[in-house]
């Protein structure tokens, strides 16, 4: 079964799934929905669309963590916000915003259909929306789109692509390793085991529905390749 592989790297990326009001939290890896919305933005679908949601949202996705980031935080401010039961306008209004700085993932999704992993593939590197990493002005950097992205292997084994990190990590006596252990995060879709997420796309993003799916942790082995020469 094939595997589309999107990098998810960046100064700062967040991907929210809990949020209210003035708190803005993060989900240590990529959350489903947002995987999604960045794919819909690369492919020039609208969030009134329904179907080309759903239609990506079957496709069961992997997260390997190459490098987890550090959790941080800022703030927001804004004036004369309406509360929301507009009974009141108050005056100054501050918002914590969590974030991840420098964290890098290698994200897999699997499906039967090519023809649409095809044309996501392609759209990643012709993107008719800017992409961002969960929220805008979060630039991925290096891109999201690998040239070698779409493989003809299952999520787990695709999942052992190439490390993405930054320096590849090196031994007690200043060697490079031979191999790496990295964790990852797999869709459970055989039973209810696992973390629960509520990160499941259920309709249009217009919609702003969202379901329930199931993650089991794993890892996989990555050998020391060297990083490919630039296209």
């Not at 990326?13 to 794919?39: A, N, Y």
Request: aromatic residues 8%; contains cysteine.
């Amino acid at each position: 079964m094939p595997t589309l592989l999107l990098r998810l790297a960046g100064p700062m990326q967040s991907w929210g799934t809990r949020s209210r009001f003035d708190e803005r939290d993060t989900d240590l890896v990529p959350s489903k929905s947002g995987v999604i919305g960045l794919l819909c933005a690369a492919m020039g679908v609208d969030r009134e669309e329904r179907e080309p949601v759903l239609e990506l949202a079957r496709l069961r996705m992997g997260v390997r963590v190459d490098q987890p980031g550090v959790l941080r935080y800022d703030y927001q401010t804004a004036q004369n916000v309406i509360a929301a039961d507009e009974s009141k306008i108050h005056p100054t209004a501050v918002s914590n915003r969590y974030y991840l700085a420098d964290a890098v993932f290698l994200v897999g999704l699997e499906g039967e259909n090519r023809e649409l992993l095809e044309r996501a593939h392609w759209s990643l590197g012709n993107p008719v929306w800017p992409l961002f990493l969960g929220r805008k002005g979060y630039v991925p950097s290096p891109g999201v789109y690998l040239k070698d992205g779409l493989r003809d292997e299952p999520l787990l084994e695709a999942l052992q692509y190439r490390y993405l990190g930054r320096e590849w990590p090196k031994d007690e006596q200043g060697k490079d390793l031979e191999r790496l252990r990295l964790p990852v995060m797999l869709e459970n879709r055989e039973s209810s085991e696992g973390s629960l997420r509520m990160d499941q796309p259920l309709g249009s993003f217009a919609e702003r529905r969202f379901g329930a799916r199931f993650v089991i942790p794993g890892w996989v082995e990555v050998r020391h390749v060297p990083e490919p020469a630039p296209a």
